[in-house]
């Protein structure tokens, strides 16, 4: 399984654009990235994933580096509502996501 | 709203007790995965049904045990409860395959005391 490592804890302004490193170094060739972010007393919320493009939804864009041992999570404006634990995971076909400590993102107003 | 719906949302049981949570997968998912998740940690993988045959697992002893129904709904069956099975339970379902979404409930909070 590939291991990631993630700031603990990370701060933005209201209105700003947000960029949440991951790195994950033992990725193998076949892994997805994942990221998920879980606000408080709820179920994780899937946000966006890519293999080696870049992404893009409405809810964030994922830049993936080139050699795939890194990639970067972009809120383009956080909100408070951004306010949450954001988690990256390589997914495999072995069918389990494994989540680590992820990062906390505050928001402030 | 992920189409992903979980019973009950809350409840407390005794130690040694037993309890089955329950969850409906989004419309269409043959895929469902539950996760364990202790207060303050990430959620832990428990095991995963595709098309009603257990498809992974993860570090858990047997007591933990699951349901897959034709519809693709499930079930998690917890035998002889203990203090640190209290944590957050959680189901995802999704079509399978490491390409897809996954989508995830709001969990059922047990509390063994």
């Known amino acids: 399984d590939a291991k990631t490592t993630q700031p603990n804890s990370m701060e933005s302004n209201e209105e700003e654009p947000v960029h949440l490193p991951c790195n994950h170094s033992t990725i193998s060739g076949t892994d997805y990235i994942h990221w998920y972010r879980q606000l408080p007393s709820q179920g994780p919320e899937y946000v966006i994933h890519g293999l080696t493009s870049n992404v893009n939804n409405r809810m964030a864009s994922l830049a993936i580096a080139e050699d795939r041992k890194s990639s970067t999570l972009i809120l383009h404006r956080a909100t408070l509502r951004d306010a949450a634990v954001y988690y990256c995971?390589?997914?495999?076909?072995?069918?389990?996501?494994?989540f680590g400590q992820g990062t906390t993102l505050q928001v402030k107003p | 709203e992920t189409g992903v719906t979980q019973s009950p949302t809350h409840l407390i049981k005794t130690r040694g007790q037993q309890v089955t949570l329950r969850c409906s997968s989004q419309s269409g998912h043959n895929t469902v995965s539950w996760y364990q998740q202790a207060l303050g940690q990430g959620p832990q993988f428990i095991f995963q049904?595709?098309?009603?045959?257990?498809?992974g697992r993860g570090n858990f002893p047997p007591r933990f045990s699951g349901l897959q129904f034709p519809n693709y709904s499930s079930e998690l069956n917890v035998n002889a409860l203990e203090l640190d099975d209290s944590a957050l339970y959680l189901c995802a379902s999704s079509l399978g395959g490491f390409a897809n979404t996954i989508y995830f409930g709001e969990g059922s909070w047990l509390t063994v005391v």
């Open positions: 049904y595709y098309r009603e045959e257990e498809n």
């Open positions: 995971i390589p997914y495999s076909n072995t069918g389990k996501l494994i």
